[in-house]
Structure formats: C-alpha cells, structure tokens
C-alpha cells in the first residue's frame, strides 16, 4: 500500500511539471503540447491504485483521503477527465458507505474511533516532493456527506456537458455511448443525492442541460419527466412523458404516470382519459397495470361526470364511470383503491346502500385507509346516523391527526350533531395544528444540517394537498376547472393586491387551508348571531386572500345576516365573477334577489345552481320559494319534492371532497 500511494503522489508531481515544462517550451514557439499528451494506461493506475485499494479493503477514511487528495491537487489538462471519475467516485463513497453522524469534513480529522482502526500513513515522511493543491482563502467546505457528493457531483456533470459528444456521425458513435454512460452515472447519482434533501426542482434543471445528448435515450427523459412531476412542473412533465411514450410505446407505466398528472394537479380530463386509453389498448401487455388503465379511465369519466352541466351528460358519463370502474375490479378484485372509488361513484349517484355495501369490502382489504374512513363517515352522514359518522372520523383522527380533510368533516358534523359551540373548539385545535405545520414547514426549510430533515415535509406537503383537495370551493369539494381557474385567478389577484405577499412563505395550500378555518370559524359564530366575532375571523382570511370568492362570500352571508340586502347581493356578485360556477354563491343570491322584487333574475340564477350541481336539495329548495312567490305552485312543489328526495341522501359535505386519483 505504501508504494501504492507513493506512485499517486509521484504521478501528480510528473504530471504537473510536465505541464509545466510543456508551457514553458510552447512560449518559445515548440510546437509540441501538452494538450496532445493523453494520460497512459501505468500512470492512470498509479493515480488510483491506492485509493481503489483502501477501498476493497474498507478502509474509508485512507480512501477518502486519498480521493480528497487527488481532488485538491491543482489539475492538468491530462487528468481532467480523470478526475472527472474521481469526483464521481467519492460522491459513491460519500452516499452508500458514509453515514451522516460519521462524517468528517475536508479541512478536519476523521472520528477517533476510525483513526484507531486504521495505521498511519508515511508517505509525507518519506517522500520531499508533494504535489501543489489548491489553495486559498474563504474557501468553500461542506459541512455533511449530502453537500460534499453534491458539490463533487456538480462539478462532474460540468465537465460531462463540456466533454459530452452531441455528433450523430456513425463513425462517433462509440464515443457517444461511453459519453452517454458517464453522464448518465453522474445524473442517477444526482437524483440521488438531491431527491434526499427535496431539491426536485434544481434537480430538473440540472437534467434539462442533459437533454442536448440525450436523443433516443428514455432513461434521462424518463428521469426529467419524474423531477418535473416532483417539484410541481406537471404541465412539461406531461409533455416529456409523451415524448418518453414515443421511445417506449409498449411501457404502460409511461402513459399511466401521465394520465396520473392529467387527472391529479391539471385536470386535463380529455388528456387523462387519452393516456388511460393508451394503457388499455396493450391489452395484456400492459400486465398487472391493465387494471389501473381502467381505473384512470374510469376516474377521468367521473370527474368529467362532475363538471358536465347537462343532466343528460352526467348520467352518460357516471354510468360509463361505475361501468369502466368494474370492469377494472375484475382485472384486480384485491385493489382495495378500485373498490373505494366503485363505492364512490355510487354514493355520487346516491346508492348509498350498495355504496356502504362495497366500502366494506374495500375497509377488510385496508382497514386503516384514510379516504375510505372518510367516505364510509360521510355515508353515514347521508343516512343521518351523525353519531356513527362522528365515531369513524374520531378514529380516523387517531391515524391521521393532522388530515384538515377529516377535521372539516368533524367541524360539520359536529355543527349538526352537538352545536356550533362543539364545532369552535374543534375550530380552534384546527388553527393550533396549522401553527405546528407551518412552524415545522419553517424549521425543515431553512435546517441544512441534515437531508433527513427534508423527508417529513414532503410528507407534510402531501397530507395537506390530501386534506383540502379544492379549498376554494366550499360548495362542492371537486375540482372543477371552473373552480381551479377561479383559484389561479383570485391567487393571482391576491399577490398583487397584498403588499405583505414576500413575508408569506410556505406551500400555497397551506395558507387557503387558513384561509378557509377562519371562514369556518365565521360561519358558526354567524350561526350564533356573534357577527362581531364572525366579521373578525372574516377579516383574517381576507388579510391572506382578499380577492378570494369564499372570502366575498362569507362577507355577503354577514352583510345579509346584517340586513344589508344591496351590499350583500354586490358582495355575491363579485364573488360570482370571480367564481361563475359556485353553486353556494348562487344559492345565496337568488333569495336576495326574490327579497328585492327581481324574482325573474333569481329564478334564472337558482336554475343556473341545479343545472351545474343537480344533487344541491338546498338551491333546490330556494327555486321552490321563488317559484312559489311567482305563483307558479305545481313547479315549486315539484322543486320541494326534489329537495327532500335530495335531502334525504345529502352528506354533511359533498362526497366530491374525497380525491379522485391515481
């Protein structure tokens, strides 16, 4: 070992004053270069003999340091691309065999107990040369395993995009495919390296810069389209997923993970259901992932069902939904996931007897499933079995104490079951809880010390987009593109019309989800007639959306409750521009309306509520009262008939706030 590591340092020495020498004789107009010099076979070896021996050996600490070494050395043009595998090399080393609490930095002395286990080195005893490192001050030293792989792993994919060979000629294509290799090395570790401290978006990027060699290579675009998909890019992930379906039109994954975005954060339901089609069409092919081409298809069905406004289409489209939805259960009859939303599409269509029915089925596959706790409670609510209904959401609670889903969903049940004084104090844990989220959302962004620290956030981040599937529409929890659009644009509006917007930090749907505890909180104080407590909690939702529907909204409820027809039928208004498909929104405004003497216009605005949203008994109910004051008595009492039917199968909260995806 010892001549091992004599030979490296010998090598670095040669090949420095070779470089020199070199340098020296081209200024005096030689025409021989060091840049024509490539590193021989004798001494690569003897570059990595020694830390390639420590290595096997599992001897970390003298690998390390000869690989620290050998880094630190000032370069020349013949180990460029050598060092180039050293960076790679210890960024292995760094990742699979060093553990964060063992870590020793570049500029100190590794652990007493690794000293002990290993014998000191003699070769700055025995040898007068050392080769020149880099030196300097202010330098930059990693403080963890996870830094010092990402900042080696950097620099390697640098020099992999300088040295990468982009020419189609055949006679290149050989060096093309050792290019290839060797950055593809450098990427897979890098996703790696920084998918543990969340960085999905630096991740994203460093791969885009890899796609001007990497035509006809699906694994690079395949790892794009993943970081894309990770740090919220779903709109170009669906793009590269399309062009990784061209290079590998018999993978059913590819179109299934794309068809998962269309129907999840975009909501491009035509696109979802073209990509669902796709899996379906290999048939067998597709293997155990046939079912779940159903099941994408069946999902992209219902949440169109959802967002038709004609009665006829919806009844089409929830039909081919439950159809497509079994026909997956009989490719996968163990898929608890199929099951749940079998039982779902049943409940939307108010069959809660079969749906409870199924939802059983799917609880003994998985008993701790949080949406189907939540649906099973729902159902009981829907058969008015309030106290049953509370008993699951308590002990779905216990599993999930921080789903704000579930704790919505308690807050309503308690309203109807116990009273709005029950409701205030669930209200009230629901605001320390966000507390400790976003304090932790805080803590885990701004902590370096550790990548461990980025893995509960994510968990985090994914429970609240799981808790509060559609914050901004209260009347109906899917996610209508109606809805979402009015979102964006209220978001939008709302960042330009808050000067404090910098100091607001953390996920969006961590501040809607506030947003709509406090209006919550409104809502049952204005149950109570405390309207001055109501206004307050309305005023602090309105400090973080102003321009929000639900925020205009509430503030109509509260002018109404005031005896402020006008203001309250502007503030609906307004609410209805922002949001022109809120069914709560015009539930409200069409008894205003009636109350002003524009019974016309509200009768147009109640039948505009039940077209879009058919199973609402309470607009309903409204058409039936203004029908009924135009005298108009046997369509009001057809109305009232409808409302009760409807009534009678109504969840405290739409079945629609239970996520429909992949």
């Given at each position: ?6 030979a490296?340092v ?54 390390m ?79 963890d ?5 990402l ?10 995009n ?16 050792v ?5 593809s ?7 790696i ?9 630096m991740?994203?990027?460093c ?22 998909v ?10 590269v ?31 979802g ?62 898929d608890?996931q ?20 199924h ?88 902590e ?24 901004h529409?209260t ?5 209508r ?20 917007t910098?100091?607001?930090?953390g996920?969006?749907?961590?501040w ?33 959306f102003?321009?929000s ?20 039928k ?28 524009r ?9 505009d509520?039940?077209?879009i ?10 058409l ?5 004051a135009q ?16 009534e009678s ?8 706030v239970?996520?429909r995806?992949l």
């Open positions: 070992m010892a001549c091992f590591e004599k490296c010998i090598a670095q020495v040669y090949l420095q004053e070779l470089e020199k020498t070199s340098h020296s004789r081209s200024i005096k107009g030689s025409n021989v270069t060091f840049s024509d010099f490539e590193l021989p076979y004798f001494l690569e070896a003897a570059l990595q003999s020694a830390y390639v021996s420590h290595l096997k050996k599992g001897n970390i600490v003298k690998g340091r000869d690989l620290r070494e050998v880094l630190r050395t000032v370069e020349t043009k013949a180990t460029q691309s050598f060092k180039m595998t050293a960076a790679k090399q210890l960024a292995e080393v760094l990742l699979h065999s060093l553990s964060e609490d063992c870590y020793w930095s570049p500029l100190s002395d590794p652990l007493p107990e690794f000293m002990n286990k290993e014998d000191n080195s003699y070769v700055s005893t025995l040898l007068r040369r050392r080769p020149q490192l880099y030196t300097g001050d202010n330098l930059y030293c990693p403080q395993n996870i830094e010092e792989a900042l080696l792993l950097l620099i390697s994919e640098s020099m992999a300088r040295d990468a060979v982009i020419s189609r000629a055949p006679d290149q294509k050989d060096d093309r495919a290019s290839l290799q060797d950055a090395a450098v990427y897979d570790l890098l996703s390296t920084l998918g543990r401290r969340g960085q999905y978006v991740l994203s990027e791969l885009e810069r890899a796609m001007k060699f990497a035509f006809g290579e699906f694994h690079l675009w395949y790892q794009l389209a993943l970081s894309m990770a740090c919220g890019k779903s709109a170009y992930a669906v793009s997923l399309r062009e990784c379906a061209k290079l590998r039109p018999a993978d059913p994954m590819v179109p299934l993970l794309a068809a998962k975005v269309c129907i999840g954060p975009l909501h491009w339901l035509e696109e259901e073209r990509f669902a089609k796709m899996v379906i069409d290999l048939g067998e092919d597709a293997g155990e992932f046939l079912a779940k081409g159903y099941l994408a298809l069946g999902l992209t069905y219902s949440l169109q069902a959802t967002d038709a406004t004609l009665k006829c289409s919806q009844d089409k489209l929830h039909k081919k939904a439950l159809q497509t939805l079994e026909r997956a259960h009989q490719l996968a009859p163990e608890h199929i099951i749940l939303y079998i039982s779902l599409q049943l409940a939307l269509v108010r069959q809660i007897s079969d749906a409870i029915e939802l059983q089925e799917a609880l003994k596959l998985c008993k701790d499933d949080m949406n189907s706790l939540h649906l099973l409670a729902l159902l009981f609510s829907a058969q008015k079995h309030y106290q049953h209904a509370l008993d699951v959401i308590n002990m779905a609670l216990a599993e999930y104490p921080e789903s704000f889903s579930l704790l919505f969903t308690k807050v309503k049940l308690e309203r109807v079951h116990k009273g709005p004084e029950e409701a205030l104090v669930t209200c009230r844990h629901m605001l320390h809880m966000w507390q400790m989220v976003y304090n932790f959302s805080q803590h885990s962004g701004s370096k010390e550790s990548s461990v620290t980025e893995v509960p956030m994510i968990k985090k981040h994914n429970g609240m987009h799981l808790s509060l599937p559609d914050a529409d009347d109906s929890g899917s996610q593109a109606s809805s979402i659009a009015a979102s964006r644009l209220e978001q939008a509006m709302s960042e330009v019309t808050m000067q404090n910098a100091l607001r930090q996920p969006m749907q961590l809607t989800t506030l947003e709509q505890i406090w209006l919550q909180a409104a809502e049952l104080f204005m149950e109570q007639r405390h309207l001055k407590e109501a206004g307050f909690c309305i005023q602090e939702a309105a400090s973080l102003p321009t529907h639900t925020v205009l909204y509430m503030r109509g409820r509260l002018a109404e409750m005031k005896g402020s027809l006008e203001e309250a502007q503030l609906y208004d307004e609410a209805l521009t922002v949001n022109p498909a809120g069914v709560e929104i015009m539930h409200s405004l069409g008894p205003i309306l009636s109350r002003l003497g019974r016309s216009l509200a009768q147009k605005v109640l039948r509520a039940v077209q949203q058919n199973t609402n008994h309470q607009a309903w109910n409204s039936g009262e203004v029908l009924q005298g108009k008595n046997e369509a009001a009492v057809e109305c009232f008939l409808t409302a009760l039917d409807l199968s109504s969840p405290v909260v739409p079945f629609t239970i996520p995806e």
